[in-house]
């Protein structure tokens, strides 16, 4: 549990748009400690992933915050993207939008989420705020108006919880209220860092009463992302249900570059470029990767299809 803790060198209020005025980035979280089955799969950094034929993740992160930054009548915000030292650097941002992408790497091996911010927070003074979310997912409800509510709250971290249980990776934070954790080792921020902020400093929640965001981080979170961004629901588990399904109810998405049999049939799939669907196959609920080949007549279904090792 989090409540009002020690003030430490700040002052008695500060209001929303103090804070705000002091927001000086917006942190994309995209590492992780291990990787799941759609990151090793898709050869990619998971930003670069298809929401639209038009649209990777990392430009809807783009969307968010040019919209943020309008609400803050600002001309532009700087998006820095926090990846593994190994990891893939995206590479789909857009050049020509008010939300600029830098993209770093974790120097270190395993920091964990609360030393990366530690290590971020040297670089600026300690009345700064770092908006901080985690990039494997989807926003549903619009990032501005959180930022707005957690900037209300005044206090030196806020963060976003959602009462119907779900995880949620959105923060503002003060950057004196890092300046404590370790500076070596792995430091989670939500398990380890938080509960000792939140002792010597003003920790505030703001509630929401479902998600705020759509998670991807394997393939069932991904095409069911896709599925709340093209206008429905998730699809159900039952197999049954999705080939009884009319194919104006699926969504399927196709990269450029992509081959698709015009026998093939998709159901809630996704195909990558490269990726290869031939004649009489039926693809559903799952990811077709770059240089994968789902064969003639093949049936394909709940599944991340990768290349052949060779």
């Known amino acids: 549990a989090m409540g009002r803790g020690t003030f430490v060198s700040r002052p008695a209020v500060r ?31 998971i930003l670069d992933l298809p929401l639209t034929q038009r649209q990777t993740l990392l430009n809807h992160w783009q969307e968010q915050v040019s919209d943020l930054a309008a609400r803050l ?25 008010p939300a600029t992408v830098t993209v770093e790497r974790d120097p270190l091996e395993l920091r964990g989420t609360g030393g990366v911010l530690r290590d971020l927070a040297t670089h600026y003074e300690d009345d700064d705020y770092l908006l901080v ?71 505030k929640v703001v509630h929401r009463r479902h998600a705020t965001a759509a998670p991807i981080r394997h ?25 009884d399904r009319e194919p104006s109810t699926c969504f399927n998405l196709v990269e450029d570059g992509a081959e698709i049999a015009s026998t093939a049939s998709l159901h809630d799939s996704v195909v990558l470029r490269g990726g290869k ?10 990811v077709v990767c770059g240089g994968a080949v789902v064969g003639p007549g093949q049936v394909i279904v709940d599944r991340i299809i990768t290349p052949t090792p060779r």
């Open 133 to 203: 979310v985690s990039a494997r997912q989807m926003m549903t409800e619009s990032l501005s108006q959180l930022t707005l509510d957690l900037a209300a709250t005044g206090g030196d971290v806020s963060i976003v919880a959602h009462d119907d249980g779900t995880p949620s990776g959105l923060q503002l934070v003060r950057c004196a209220s890092l300046r404590d954790i370790s500076p070596v080792g792995f430091v989670d921020m939500k398990e380890q860092a938080l509960p000792k902020i939140a002792r010597q400093f003003d920790a």
């Open 277 to 286: 669907v031939d004649g009489g196959a039926i693809v559903a609920r799952s």
């Open 73 to 97: 009548a600002r001309r532009s915000m700087d998006i820095l993207v926090m990846i593994d030292w190994t990891g893939n650097e995206p590479r789909s941002a857009m050049m020509d939008s």
């Open 15 to 45: 209001s929303a748009d103090q804070v705000l005025a002091r927001l000086r980035r917006v942190v994309l979280l995209a590492g992780g400690v291990r990787a799941t089955l759609l990151q090793s799969g898709i050869g990619r950094c």
């Open 219 to 243: 393939r069932q979170d991904y095409l069911a992302a896709l599925r709340i961004r093209h206008g429905g629901a998730p699809s159900p588990s039952a197999i049954p249900t999705v080939f």
